[in-house]
């Protein structure tokens, strides 16, 4: 047995199956759906974020808390650790990651060195302080 739709049944159907899918997304995830950045996270602000105190200020902060993790220095272990961090509007720095792999204990003594820093001073983007992604190379390197 076949069943023919007429031509106005069937986009009266399809109009409705339109709608009816929409309907079904959960309220808590249509904000996903769009496609402004809901993140407030800026990847290319006028004013980038920095350190307090310039770049002396951060070569002050690595002359007094860096430290060479033990295990690491004892089995000759060096490499750069990229570590992805957002500068938020108060100078906080939140959701550190190490984002390469390069030994557990060089990783994780980078994430805790940049998680320890004080507040930054913010970025800006259109007069504006924003949040901002940002991302520091914690070089590791024994002296032979």
């Known amino acids: 047995m076949s069943f023919k739709l007429s031509k106005k049944a069937t986009i009266l159907l399809l109009l409705l199956s339109s709608l009816n899918i929409d309907a079904q997304i959960p309220h808590q995830f249509k904000s996903l759906l769009c496609d402004v950045d809901t993140t407030g996270l800026v990847f290319k602000?006028?004013?980038k974020p920095h350190?307090?105190?310039g770049y002396s200020g951060?070569?002050?902060y690595y002359t007094h808390n860096f430290r060479y993790p033990e295990k690491a220095r004892y089995y000759g272990i060096e490499g750069d650790v990229k570590v992805l961090f957002v500068v938020e509007k108060d100078g906080h720095l939140t959701s550190i990651?190490?984002?390469n792999k390069v030994n557990k204990e060089l990783e994780e003594f980078a994430v805790e060195f940049?998680?320890?820093?004080?507040?930054w001073?913010?970025?800006e983007k259109n007069d504006s302080i924003v949040r901002v992604l940002?991302?520091?190379?914690?070089s590791f390197k024994l002296r032979h």
Do not use: Q
């Open 51 to 53: 350190f307090k105190g």
């Open 58 to 60: 951060l070569v002050n």
């Open 114 to 119: 940049i998680k320890n820093m004080p507040r």
């Open 45 to 47: 602000p006028d004013v």
């Open 134 to 138: 940002n991302v520091k190379t914690v």
């Open 121 to 123: 001073v913010p970025g």
């Open 97 to 99: 990651k190490a984002t």
